[in-house]
């Protein structure tokens, strides 16, 4: 019993050391009685800590002492996907020269380069390319690499992807492009780019949503001006027959509405069951909003189908 309880001591002294990135207290846990693959809770190993720090002497280290680098934690997270996720270029190249699985994805299939594109890696994520990774790849959810960037507005990743094929307009299970998770997140700046790219600022997903309509919904003040200065359609209507108008009052947005009026947005016209901005306005109790549309000819006599 006392032997076990030393080598789980030695164990959490081994964790410890590479969590505080002191190699020559790894060097020293080593040395004693410890399992190099020991877990934590979340079944990452000290080689996982290693590679989420980059530190390249401990991950060798620890390949020297025979660790397992296709350990696989609770969310399927494996040392080089860790690597490439914290953007650690020559932690991932160490763990490529030591034989890690190129195909080995997380549980929510996110693989090499999708990694690394979630948080912006643009020298991981050339590297990932020059090992052969795909940019048309898709994950769990159907994000290709590039909306995976554009969903978290790494803007120069984006650009590295389009020079290397990537499919500008493709689409995930929602329907949505990278302009359309883009504009999720506000990200102006890769919103602009991807226009200047050629992407489809009229695309809809499963729900009829323009790109329009995710800024106006997420409250995106100045990206909705940005898709407007882009001549994209300010009118359009998703399955349920609602406008960016109507979004922005239900919203109270009163700065994104300005934008809207100033842009031309029709104030008249009414969703699938006969709501206009107006009623949405009202309620959202947006008494300065109501005003501005009747200032620009709203009706208040129109009547919705629920009445």
Not at 46 to 70: M, Y
Not at 74 to 98: I, Y
Not at 100 to 107: E, I, M, V
Not at 274 to 285: I, M, P, T, Y
Request: proline share 2%; aromatic share 2%; glycine share 8%.
């Amino acid at each position: 019993m006392e032997g076990r309880q030393r080598v789980q001591q030695n164990d959490l002294l081994l964790h410890e050391a590479v969590i505080k990135n002191e190699p020559a207290a790894v060097r020293e846990a080593l040395q004693r009685p410890t399992d190099v693959n020991c877990r934590n809770n979340y079944g990452r190993a000290p080689i996982h800590w290693a590679a989420s720090r980059g530190n390249v002497e401990i991950i060798n280290l620890l390949i020297d002492a025979k660790c397992d680098i296709e350990a696989v934690d609770k969310f399927g997270m494996r040392p080089l996907l860790m690597a490439a996720w914290h953007g650690h270029l020559e932690a991932v190249k160490t763990l490529v020269q030591a034989g890690a699985c190129l195909a080995a994805t997380n549980k929510k299939h996110n693989d090499l380069l999708q990694c690394a594109c979630v948080k912006g890696s643009v020298d991981v994520v050339a590297y990932a390319i020059t090992l052969g990774a795909s940019v048309q790849g898709t994950d769990a959810a159907g994000d290709t690499p590039l909306a995976l960037a554009a969903r978290a507005g790494h803007t120069a990743v984006v650009e590295l992807l389009l020079e290397k094929g990537a499919c500008i307009d493709a689409i995930n299970k929602t329907g949505r492009t990278a302009l359309h998770v883009a504009c999720e997140g506000g990200h102006s700046d890769t919103a602009v780019l991807l226009v200047s790219k050629g992407a489809s600022r009229e695309a809809r997903d499963n729900s009829g949503r323009t790109p329009l309509h995710i800024a106006a919904v997420h409250r995106h003040t100045e990206l909705v001006r940005t898709l407007l200065e882009t001549d994209c359609q300010v009118d359009t209507t998703d399955n349920n027959g609602v406008t960016a108008l109507q979004m922005a009052c239900a919203q109270g947005c009163r700065g994104i509405v300005e934008h809207l009026l100033a842009f031309g947005a029709d104030v008249h016209l009414q969703n699938n069951v006969g709501s206009s901005a107006l009623h949405a306005a009202c309620a959202a109790d947006a008494a300065d909003i109501v005003e501005l549309l009747l200032a620009h000819g709203a009706d208040p006599a129109l009547t919705d189908k629920v009445c």
